[in-house]
């Protein structure tokens, strides 16, 4: 795991709020209509966060510069992705094991005095539904994360 610098993202999507219960049941359709409405080659991605009670918010879609908009998912919500550090790693495997993957995140974190805020990027959804790799990130507070003795590499985001 490392953390990386981002710059600011448009994440042009769809998106839908709710308890984590409702989620396997709201976001598969979500998915299919960007698969549905983008054209060409796009980066997919998810944002995800907590606000509070127990509410989830996501977005599905296509993640470009905030300059480019390539790729821009027509009549989408467009959600600005914050610039800053982000703790970065690569799932490799099923999507179904995602969760488990950012629950290593956080403790990685928790473990090496790095707070981390609740809002998650996932990187690498595929229109054919192969299962081949995702960037994972969770966003770092503010003023956490500065120095290289709290996590091993800073580098470019991938």
């Known amino acids: 795991m490392q953390v990386v610098e981002r710059e600011a993202m448009h994440l042009s999507g ?8 409702e989620l396997p049941t709201t976001v598969p359709p979500l998915w299919r209509e ?4 983008h054209d060409g080659e796009a980066v997919l991605a998810e944002l ?16 470009s510069t905030v300059r480019a908009r390539e790729g ?3 009549d989408a919500e467009v959600v600005v992705v914050p610039a800053g550090r982000w703790l970065h790693h690569e799932h490799r495997g099923p999507l179904a094991a995602i969760g488990r ?9 928790r473990t090496a005095g790095l707070r981390v805020t609740d809002l998650k990027l996932d990187v690498g959804y595929r229109p054919d539904g192969a299962e081949d790799k ?3 990130f ?6 956490h994360g500065d120095s290289r003795d709290v996590v091993p ?3 470019a985001a991938p």
């Open 134 to 136: 995702h960037d994972l």
């Open 48 to 63: 995800s966060e907590e606000p509070g009670d127990g509410l989830h918010v996501i977005t599905v879609g296509v993640l």
């Open 72 to 74: 821009a998912v027509p």
């Open 34 to 37: 960007v698969f549905a409405r």
């Open 14 to 21: 769809l998106t839908t709020r709710g308890p984590l219960s």
């Open 101 to 109: 993957t950012y629950g290593e995140m956080f403790t990685y974190a």
């Open 138 to 143: 969770l966003l770092v507070a503010q003023g």
């Open 153 to 155: 590499e800073v580098s």
